[in-house]
């Protein structure tokens, strides 16, 4: 094998890596997808979504953004 066919295969093998590590649910460096403040992050907009009374709601993504920078 000459090395102007060692680099597509090097990229090939790595590309195999990083869709063997999604599909098993690990990140690049092995870590959990999601991670836990992910997945913390997700319970609380779900408990958002089930009871509008826990957090202010938008209709309008600019006005959502008015506010934001004004804080």
């Known amino acids: ?5 060692v680099k597509p295969l090097r990229m ?4 195999g890596n990083v869709k063997n590590n999604m599909l098993l649910g ?3 460096d092995g870590s959990e ?3 836990e403040e992910t997945k913390a992050a997700f319970r609380e907009a779900d ?11 938008y209709m ?10 004004k804080k």
């Open 47 to 57: 408990a958002m979504k089930a009871d509008l009374s826990i957090g202010k709601t």
């Open 1 to 5: 094998m000459g090395l102007d066919e």
């Open 33 to 35: 997808i999601p991670n």
């Open 60 to 69: 309008d993504v600019d006005e959502m953004m008015e506010e934001l920078l």
């Open 26 to 28: 690990l990140d690049m």
């Open 12 to 15: 090939a093998i790595s590309v």
